[in-house]
């Protein structure tokens, strides 16, 4: 299988900020791949020069085959762009937002007329389709957004952090039209710091933090790189997590994982079921109340927090999230727990 | 090359359509186009015009009009600014610099939908004038030269703008800074009072200053001189359309293709 996107040894500073330290990447053709990584990572510088709306310190970067730098006029037929703000006119009725775009890919008026009302048919947009996108939901306008990107029938699609700020439901719907593009053929390269995200449309992933890439693979592979299973503990009464904590030590293989704030504890183990009896017998006789006990692979929280020391949300600073234009919105639920 | 011209003016015909669309569905700005221009005819005619004597008993109307037409249209081409800083900062200029489409159209299509906001200023200035007894004295030759001139320097005006909005990149902070620069540079003018009156530093100032010759030039243009009053010597009134064309020239010259470099370099925050 040929590659859609090639990248190596991307370098990319703003001032004394170091955005991107030497990124490499492949993305197979017709694939989709989750870029993840912490507010102020470089997802978004990544993205930004394989646009074309940014140039690179150091390194190359090939879309489709092309210079993103030589060819940039080439490239930038072939791919479609969906940021993290929902970039459509606000004055123009949906319709007239995905005419004027299909109209500056290149498409014939006929052409981009008829493909604007596919689009909007395909996004459950048509009965908002003569309403200025002013009147949209913020659901809606990122529907609108996506749509707009792919007029012009891309081979490349590039989503930046396309479900931050939605509420659950949006989401889910937005996943649904995402996974229906994928299986279509296109390939998909997906930023999101919402590991759920990735884990359900990314068939590959490339975690970055601070500008380089600490992990890639599959998640499953991802997943195997953190090992074991979870040992998985909530308490009626977050005071109780130490003792309880204290208590499990010997079952433990590695750090146990507290938090207060959804009074659960999580334990790396590596017995299986037999381990969960053993949980509980040497709970009994304590204060502590367990409210639910289970046992689960390692989902993406733990791959990130056993790869970067931190969890995802509450990683750098707000200097690095200026510096690479990584600004996000808090996310609106559904990000690490 | 002349596939890429034709596409560079399909493109900016798309962009072009899109912004007047935006004229159609936002009063605010049909209102700043056109009442706001009546509003300074009838002020200036029946508020100021019986102070503001003209020498040479020429009617303040015939005097007056030309001059609001420039400060009108001047003012008017700072909207390019405030509306390019705020496609940036709503992402549509990343979406437009992410498409295949020509590296100057968004700016062209920006000025060319600005120039028309300018031309509806200008239209209704004009009717409104006609009422208030302003009249055109000239052929409709000369009459047409009066209009292009207000409205090519206001398109040299627009790019220039462009380029402010492309580097402060705040709608309001456009309007503010402009303000700062229009309003001196349309006042200390002749453009509501005969140069006579002002002290001589001020008086330099206004007699180089490009308005100054914009406002002269429509004058002359539409026969609203004043018959009594000889123009003042500098080169730049005695000559001012040609002065007026080579500062147009100039503008362009120099910020059109700064706009359209800082249109490629620049990125939504």
Known sequence: MTDAIVVEGLVKRFGATTALDGVDLTVAEGSVLGLLGPN???KTTVVRILTTLLRADAGRAEVVGLDVVRDADAVRSSIGLTGQYAAVDEYLTGFENLEMVGRLYRLTRAEARSRAGELLERFDLTGAANRPAKTYSGGMRRRLDIAASLIARPRVLFLDEPTTGLDPRSRLSMWEFIADLAGGGTTILLTTQYLEEADRLADRMVVIDRGRVIARGTADELKAQVGGQRLELTVGDAGDLKEAAGRLRPLAVDEPRLDESTRRLSLPVSGGTDDLAT???LLEGTAVEVLDIGLRRPDLDDVFLTLTGHVAEEATGPADDAATGDRTPAPAGGGAR | MSSTLAQTLSDSAVITRRNLIKVKRV????????????MFVLLFR?????????????????????????????????????????????????RF???????????????????????????????????VGWRIHTSVLEAIGGF??????????????????????????????????????????????????????LRTFAEWNPVSAVVQAARELFGNTVPGVPVPDAWSLQNPVLYTVIWTVVILAVFVPLSVRAYMRTASR
Do not use: C, H
């Open chain 1, 40 to 42: 102020g990572a470089g």
């Open chain 1, 279 to 281: 949980a509980l017998r």
């Open chain 2, 27 to 38: 009063p605010d700005l049909i209102v700043f186009a056109t009442l706001s221009p009546i």
């Open chain 2, 46 to 94: 029946y508020v100021f015009g019986g102070a503001i004597q003209v020498p040479g008993g020429v009617s303040y109307a015939e005097f007056l009009l030309p001059g609001i037409f420039a400060q009108t249209v001047v003012f008017g081409s700072t909207i390019t600014g405030a509306s390019i800083a705020e496609d940036l900062q709503k992402g549509l200029i990343d």
């Open chain 2, 97 to 131: 610099r992410s498409l295949p489409m020509s590296r100057s159209s968004v700016l062209v299509g920006r000025t060319v939908a600005d120039l028309g906001l300018n031309v509806l200023s200008i239209a209704v200035m004009a009717l409104t004038g006609l009422v």
């Open chain 2, 148 to 201: 292009l001139v207000l409205l090519v320097f206001a398109f040299g005006i627009s790019w220039l703008m462009a380029l402010v909005g492309l580097l402060v990149r705040t709608p309001e902070v456009v309007n503010n800074a402009s303000f700062i620069v229009i309003f001196p540079l349309t006042f200390v003018a002749n453009t509501f009072v005969p140069l006579e009156t002002f002290p001589p530093v």
